[in-house]
């Protein structure tokens, strides 16, 4: 029992060992990878499922790196968090999804502009120059206000360094859209709905994964619906991989889906291709 205990020990080291050391070699490539230019944005499309038209994008980052190939932003956005290279790399993502928004837009025919939804983390917010610099991103790449949708997730409401009703208040008197996402997953949403202005809700998407088979998913989405609508919320369902699962969330009133049903986030060109396309039919 004595010799089992020690190897368990040393495995347990071991792994240990292997974790810490993978994120040191991330931590010490992230440094320099916006330098080397290694970031970069993939997009995926959102739409609106009665009119069959795309209203908007979600921007999410990829990173290739040569040492460590592809790492997933599941993996390296925490440590970006962690270490703070969030901030420059976020802002590497508003000023690249901003001006890629501009180009897109410039091929819309429809009166109605698409949308570009960004990701925003906690630290982002203890960083004082967040405002001037999404101002000015707007201005440089000559979008609206109303065109950008900040997308934050319970975990920048909770953290309390600074004052973030009055960002967020700020963000929304600009004209930017505010809208939570992942909701459900977190333990406040609901308190947190009342408190902060947004403007749209996605329901995270394991609750969709269940809907069409498991009766309770089903009502527990109709009922977010509901109630976002009767808060004036704009509800985006998040994770749509099925034709039941779109048919159902038309049925329940949901206004606009995002999910590998539809497409998969792809790279700006491919993006560019795939919602000329999409806007010929
Ligand atoms: P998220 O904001 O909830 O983004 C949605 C994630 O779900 C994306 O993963 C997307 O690729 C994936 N997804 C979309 N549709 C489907 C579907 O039908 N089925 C399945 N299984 N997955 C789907 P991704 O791109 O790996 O990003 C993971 C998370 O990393 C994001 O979750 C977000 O929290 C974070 N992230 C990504 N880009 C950024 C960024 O630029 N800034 C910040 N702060 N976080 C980011
Ligand atoms: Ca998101
Ligand atoms: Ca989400
Ligand atoms: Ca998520």
Redesign the pocket.
């Known amino acids: 029992a004595k010799s089992y205990g020690r190897n368990t020990y040393s495995f347990f080291t071991k792994k240990m060992n292997v974790i810490i050391q993978r994120r040191l070699v991330i931590e010490e490539q992230m440094r320099d990878a916006l330098e080397r230019n290694e970031f970069e944005l993939f997009y995926?499309p959102q739409f609106d499922a009665k009119n069959k038209h795309i209203i908007g994008a979600e921007?999410?980052?990829r990173w290739h790196n040569p040492v460590l190939g592809n790492v997933?932003?599941?993996e390296f956005?925490p440590i970006a968090e962690n270490t703070g290279l969030?901030v420059p790399i976020?802002k590497f993502?508003i000023s690249q999804a901003l001006h890629f928004l501009n180009t897109w837009q410039s091929t819309c025919k429809r009166q109605q502009k698409y949308t570009m939804a960004v990701?925003?983390?906690p630290r982002q917010f203890r960083d004082v120059g967040l405002l001037s610099f999404i101002q000015n991103s707007l201005s440089e790449a000559n979008v609206n206000p109303e065109s950008l949708e900040l997308?934050i997730t319970e975990g920048v409401l909770m953290s309390c360094h600074t004052n973030v009703v009055d960002i967020l208040t700020e963000i929304t008197a600009l004209g930017i859209y505010l809208s939570m996402?992942?909701f459900g997953t977190g333990y406040s949403s609901l308190s947190y709905l009342r408190e902060y202005p947004f403007n749209v809700l996605k329901i995270d998407?394991s609750f969709i994964d269940g809907i069409v088979l498991n009766n309770e998913d089903c009502n527990l989405v109709k009922a977010i619906i509901a109630m976002s609508h009767s808060l004036g919320l704009t509800v985006v369902a998040?994770?749509?991989?099925t034709k039941e699962q779109h048919t159902l969330l038309n049925e329940l009133g949901c206004d606009f889906m995002?999910?590998?049903?539809f497409s998969k986030?792809i790279p700006a060109e491919q993006f560019l291709d795939f919602s000329m396309n999409f806007d010929k039919k």
């Not at 998040?238 to 991989?241: L, N, R």
């Open positions: 995926q921007a999410l980052l997933t932003p599941d956005i969030i976020g993502v990701n925003l983390s997308e996402d992942d998407r998040e994770g749509v991989e995002q999910g590998f049903y986030p």
